[in-house]
């Protein structure tokens, strides 16, 4: 079991920056650390994926340039670091663990309760 705690969303304008964070507990640390978001009537996507041993990195096409995953293993948390926000980025954001990475939500093994994001204009 083991948890994934999400941190840092909340309400900006258009062109804003907010930054998430995610705790995951010893035996929810995974090889590959997610972020992932889905919007009211829209399916999951992937934004960023980080393999935590190798530190490579993985962006969704609608957040690359804008968005940087990291991630700190000695404290096992990931952020996301979110800039030049736009209002199609509103939706609920989920940190996600497992051990291949890709942006196929369907493949992770464990998921955080997720943090609301909201971007105006």
């Known amino acids: 079991q083991g948890q994934l705690v999400e941190s840092g969303g909340g309400s900006v304008q258009a062109g804003g920056s907010l930054k998430l964070s995610c705790v995951a507990t010893r035996d929810t640390y995974s090889r590959c650390m997610g972020w992932f978001r889905q919007a009211p009537g829209e399916e999951r996507e992937g934004v960023a994926v980080i393999s935590t041993s190798g530190g490579s990195t993985w962006y969704g096409e609608y957040v690359r340039g804008r968005f940087t995953i990291s991630a700190d293993n000695a404290n096992r948390t990931v952020y996301l670091q979110m800039n030049s926000l736009k209002p199609e980025d509103t939706a609920i954001y989920y940190c996600?663990?497992?051990?291949?990475?890709?942006?196929?939500?369907?493949?992770?093994?464990?998921w955080g309760q997720g943090t609301q994001v909201t971007v105006s204009s």
């Open positions: 996600a663990a497992g051990s291949r990475c890709n942006l196929n939500p369907r493949t992770y093994y464990a």
